[in-house]
């Protein structure tokens, strides 16, 4: 199979050009001005830009969570996903119980097997944290092709300070990298049982019960650990401006912090708790949605540097009933998540270039290149030869409103319903083959269930 892209602007985190792409395969073979290969198929991109297919590294397809699970599948969350022109993911595996981390990964390998459209990878993340699982961390980096291990700092299999040394340790020796979900356990257990007292259990107390200095003592805490021990870590879905500061700092000082964040935490605020009745429950996540003054901060922060990436949190619960399944009278008791990979690259394009937040450069930066070179994708993230051949043609122009029924999460609702886009896809490709394409109002994927593949992934020593 073979495919040439003329007339396209195609744009890479370093810069853009006005070139024709020639692939065979899976691969990039020929960048270039007026090629004239023969291929199988043809496609003139005059006036539109040719990037990388976002990478979305932060999902939970089918997470198990406080007695029920996320509800996209491997199948219905890579069609969305390829739907919004996102072409890899790297999805969180939980480790049960006793599971070596092996076991963790061979499990949700099988979830994934013959329903993966587009490819994906995982991140271990250690709950069971015995001797032998800090001893496997080794083999996960070198053999498995999972170099990057999830801690927590909050529920109840977080992991101690002295675990995270240990990990930040081990994942320094062999090339790898602990991601931290970052807020203070016991701030959170203090406001918990304040508001139960005092009979605050609408969905706007989640918010005040995970105030931003929650988060931000929790990074700073892990980045005292990451200086003593001479390790790296990543902060997950970074949501307020104090948590913020404290990643400046450290990258200041020449700390090897990086971080993410999400959409959410970029374009909604906590305001939306107050809708009336349940409807705040849409919005319960962890962290919660914070107030506008952390928007500029954050959207500052990804154009300056500090935030390396953009990743969604994908993980999605029914509103009506999986956000209800416990009753609508505590907000403790509803599940935490909202979807969101199949409108990642859609909104940032639109909040961020559109709205000269962020350049065109670093936006595919933030979705694309930076994902692919912190957590090992040595094939993705990048329009050039010899890579694999994820992009998307991209019209800047096309308007679009987001409304669940025109998206293909396997959920009711949208977190984003009624916001107004500029630019979306027009083709998506995944190694060379479409998989997703715009029609009359909405995207219709049209790839290959089971097509995807599981991506080793390579250590971190060129960081």
Known sequence: MSLLIKNGQIVNAGGRQFADVYIEGDKIKTIGSNLDYPADEIVDANGKYVIPGAIDSHTHISMPFMGTSAQDDYYT???????????????????????????????????????????????????????????????????????????????????????????????????????????????????????????????????????????????????????????????????????????????????NVFAE?????????????????????????????????????????????????????????????????????????????????????MLIHSEGVAKNRISLEKMVEVLSAGPAKIFGLKDKGEISVGKDADMVIFDPDQKFTITQRLLHMNIDYSPFEGVDITGMPSLVYSRGKKVAEWNENHMDFVGEKGRGRFIKRVPFESI
Request: charged letters at 25%; hydrophobic letters at 35%.
């Open 261 to 345: 964040t999400c959409p959410q935490y970029l374009i909604l605020d906590e305001e939306r708790y107050k809708a009336p009745g349940f409807e705040g429950a849409k919005y319960v996540m962890s962290p919660p949605l914070r107030t506008k003054e952390s928007q500029d901060p954050l959207w500052n922060g990804l154009r300056d540097g500090y935030l390396q990436t953009v990743a969604t949190d994908h993980c999605p619960f029914d509103f009506n009933g999986k956000k209800d399944m416990f009753g609508t009278d505590d907000y403790k008791n509803i599940p935490n998540g909202a979807p969101g990979i199949e409108t990642l690259l």
């Open 77 to 255: 969350g890579t069609v969305a996903a390829a739907c919004g022109g996102v072409t890899s993911l790297v999805d969180f595996d939980m480790q049960q119980k006793g599971e070596s981390l092996f076991e963790a990964i061979e499990r949700k390998k099988s979830w994934a097997e013959g329903k993966v459209v587009v490819d994906y990878s995982l991140h271990p993340a250690v709950t069971d944290p015995s001797p032998e699982v800090i001893e496997e961390v080794k083999q996960a980096i070198l053999e498995y092709g999972t170099p990057s291990f999830k801690v927590f700092m909050v529920y109840d299999f977080r992991v101690d300070d002295a675990v995270m040394i240990k990990l930040l340790k081990k994942t320094k020796q062999f090339g790898g990298l602990v991601q931290v979900h970052a807020e203070n356990f016991y701030f959170l257990q203090h406001m918990n049982e304040l508001f139960a007292r005092e009979g605050k259990l609408t969905p706007y107390y989640h918010a005040k019960s995970r105030p931003n200095i929650a988060e931000a003592e929790a990074i700073s805490r892990i980045i005292k650990m990451v200086e003593f021990t001479d390790s790296r870590a990543y902060i997950v879905h970074l949501s307020s401006m104090e948590g913020l500061e404290e990643v400046k700092k450290a990258r200041y000082r020449g700390i």
